[in-house]
T-cell receptor, first 114, second 109 residues
């Protein structure tokens, strides 16, 4: 069974640009969550999507947004990039939402802002 | 606000030297506590879910336990391949998972 797939694995952008990251969940999983991981703040929850609807949202500015498609694939977008947005962005999928099913993570997209 | 504190930050063990990692949490409406392992350059790998105080789960050399305020990950006779960062996370109703900062474990042969 294929795991969670994130593309691209690495990205380099400059300040002010925008970026879109992609996540394909495990087959049959309908919930997709996004996290930001940095050395200083650790893993922080961004948002969760289930059946194309945002279910939960973390404490991040509106520059961070996401969406989910009917096939459960998800994208997240960051606009007007800042140096502090440099991080590993992780996507995780689970079968359901709110039922404490374990989330399974991809290997992330490493975003570097110059 | 949900809080998760892991200790120690780093732990160095000799191969075969058993020890425990701690995860203290404060959360209202706990739905589950999760343990993950993360290797450098990789995403977290799911290990265990614990749902209620008194519950225990085992997998190879790892055993996770849960009380009302903390969880322990016991590592018995560790091997060098157990070296990784171990992350604890809590899930509450209608909120995303909150992770601790992790414990970086190094097992020397």
């Amino acid at each position: 069974k294929a795991g969670v797939t994130q593309t691209p694995r690495y990205l380099i952008k400059t300040r002010g640009q925008q970026v879109t990251l992609s996540c394909s969940p495990i087959s049959g999983h309908r919930s997709v969550s996004w996290y930001q991981q940095t050395p200083g703040q650790g893993l922080q929850f961004l948002f969760e999507y289930f059946s194309e609807t945002q279910r939960n949202k973390g404490n991040f500015p509106g520059r961070f947004s996401g969406r989910q498609f009917s096939n459960s694939r998800s994208e997240m977008n960051v606009s007007t990039l800042e140096l502090g947005d440099s991080a590993l962005y992780l996507c995780a999928s689970s079968f359901g939402t709110g039922d404490s099913q374990p989330q399974h993570f991809g290997d992330g997209t490493r975003l570097s802002i110059l | 606000e949900d809080q998760v504190t892991q200790s120690p930050e780093a732990l160095r063990l000799q191969e075969g030297e058993s020890s425990s990692l701690n995860c203290s949490y404060t959360v209202s409406g706990l739905r589950g506590l999760f343990w993950y392992r993360q290797d450098p350059g990789k995403g977290p790998e799911f290990l265990f879910t614990l749902y209620s105080a008194g519950e225990e789960k085992e997998k190879e050399r790892l055993k996770a336990t849960l009380t009302k305020k903390e969880s322990f990950l016991h590592i018995t006779a560790p091997k060098p391949e157990d070296s990784a960062t171990y992350l604890c996370a809590v899930q509450a109703e209608l909120r995303g998972m909150r992770f601790g900062a992790g414990t970086r474990l190094t097992v020397k042969p």
